[in-house]
């Protein structure tokens, strides 16, 4: 990775996308512009980046569909832009696997901010590479893989964001942790349900593939909590963790 962290600002609206890339550039990151999806893979050849900025709205062109994309296929950090106000649309861009969103309109601070959380939170999901164990499953945070003591293949494959949320909850050996924790950006919005939304995928896919050991709990009015089923919950204040 250079020193500046690099974005690929995808949006159609040439005046917009000049816009973002005048504020970022001057914000400190290496910028290119992609007006499509096909741009968008012809700039990630040349230049992987650190984060793409994926405005939804492009035309003929499915934002979600290049979101899924990329997350499938490449391990780049994703932050949709949309105009849609309807929260199904914002949860569609999650499930994608994008790693936040921003609605507009928006201010450069609160986009600048979001950008360096989702920056942050992927420099903390390197360092710790390599196994982490709960009873007999171990989540390599490598390979982006849940395995379980004894199986010869992976039980599960989760996204970045996934992974890293999992590890956290995996770590505590079924303590409560915060919501401010699992999204690493401070206090919340009330209204923003993107860590519930991720939660959710990990719920789901552990479900669909028969792992009905490892239970994720919320903590009301707190975060959530993972326990192996078969134990107890340590005996805590949530408010301690």
Do not use: C
């Not at 400190?28 to 994926?54: C, H, I, K, P, T």
């Not at 979600?64 to 199904?88: F, K, N, P």
């Not at 199986?151 to 909850?169: D, H, M, Q, V, W």
């Not at 919340?188 to 050991?213: A, C, F």
């Amino acid at each position: 990775m250079d020193e500046k962290p690099s974005i690929i600002v995808v949006e159609d609206d040439q005046r917009m996308g000049l816009a973002l890339q005048r504020n970022l550039t001057k914000a400190g990151y290496q910028v290119m512009l992609a007006d499509s999806g096909q741009s968008l893979r012809q700039a990630y050849r040349r230049n992987e980046a650190d984060l793409v900025l994926l405005d939804l709205n492009l035309g003929i062109e499915d934002g979600i569909d290049i979101a899924r994309e990329l997350v499938s296929t490449t391990s780049v950090a994703v932050i949709i832009i949309t105009g849609r106000l309807e929260l199904e649309d914002r949860v569609e861009g999650l499930d994608a696997g994008a790693d936040d969103y921003i609605v507009k309109p928006f201010a450069t601070d609160e986009l600048l901010a979001r950008i360096r959380a989702v920056l942050r939170r992927r420099a903390l999901d390197d360092v710790p590479s390599g196994m982490i164990e709960f009873g007999p499953y171990r989540l390599d945070t490598t390979t982006q893989t849940l395995h379980r003591e004894g199986a010869s293949t992976p039980s599960l494959t989760l996204t970045g964001t996934e992974a890293r949320l999992l590890g956290i909850l995996l770590r505590q050996h079924g303590r409560a942790v915060s919501r401010e924790r699992l999204s690493n950006r401070g206090p919340q919005d009330p209204g923003d349900r993107s860590i519930d939304v991720h939660i959710g995928n990990i719920r789901r896919k552990l479900r669909e593939t028969g792992i009905d050991e490892l239970v994720i709990s919320p903590v009301r009015g707190f975060g959530y909590r993972l326990r192996l089923d078969g134990t107890e919950a340590p005996d805590e204040d949530p408010a301690e963790s």
